[in-house]
């Protein structure tokens, strides 16, 4: 399936700032099963200076500078990509070989296990996470299973609630009180899936808007949605897993960026001189284009 993507984003500034500088996170990384066609990243005004670059981690970065006061910046991205579905992987090895696996390899590349093992800027530890997590992952299972029922549990026992968060709400927070996003959801996930050494990445990408015939329309549409990647051990890889909608990754989901957690992908986020209240607005759409 090919889908045509436009992710608009507007910032606005009471009074004008200054040295304004911005790193953009929006055109999508070469992830297996995606395959990018036409992409433009228009942004207005003009930068003085612009720079793209892979990293850190799975993540194209656009880097901009305003030399000038600045009041107001809008920046729009557009692309299209085929996705290919991947094979069923069937249940995988036991979860307590992946662990196994995670531990030997020595690899610290962006796609190895081990980035993604050990606590990270947002996701950090938390024992009762992993206390909670360790009531439904089962290590003798297979490991796309034993995932599979973490991300049940937590699909069923959180409430989707749009405003009950906010970009900066800790994870540990969103799990006291059982309800959040899909950021939230992830980082709870992730959070529950290192605490018993296994590979866990967050996802930052997009869901189609239209849903398939006769099923139900997936939360998170017209806008930027989470997940999260599983490594399931070196014969399988990265899978992903979608504790919002409670199923995997497959089809539907256009992967723009992978990080340790939300702080590695963030769409747009920068730096500036001076206390001007800020108001970023974003529309989002995502269509099939054939």
Known sequence: MIYAVRHVSTVTYATPVKQAQFNLRLAPWAWPGQTLGRQVLHVSPHPDMRQTMPGPYCVNTTRLRFDNPLDRIEVTSEFTVEITPRPAPGEGPPAAQVQAEALAVRDLSVLAPAPYLFASRVAGVDPAIGDWASTHLLPQAGIVASVSALMAALHGEFTY?????????????????????????????????????????YVSGYLRTLPPPGKPRLVGADAMHAWVNVWCGEEIGWLGFDPTNNCLSNGDHILIGMGRD???????????????????TTAVDVVEAG
């Open 161 to 201: 609630s749009k405003g009950a968060t906010t970009s900066t709400t800790p994870p540990e927070q969103a799990f006291a009180a059982r309800e959040g996003v899909c950021q939230d959801f992830a980082h709870v996930m992730i959070m529950a899936l290192r605490s018993h050494c296994i590979p866990a990445a």
């Open 262 to 280: 939300y702080a590695d992908v963030s769409p747009i986020d920068g730096t500036f001189i001076g206390n001007a209240p800020q108001k970023m």
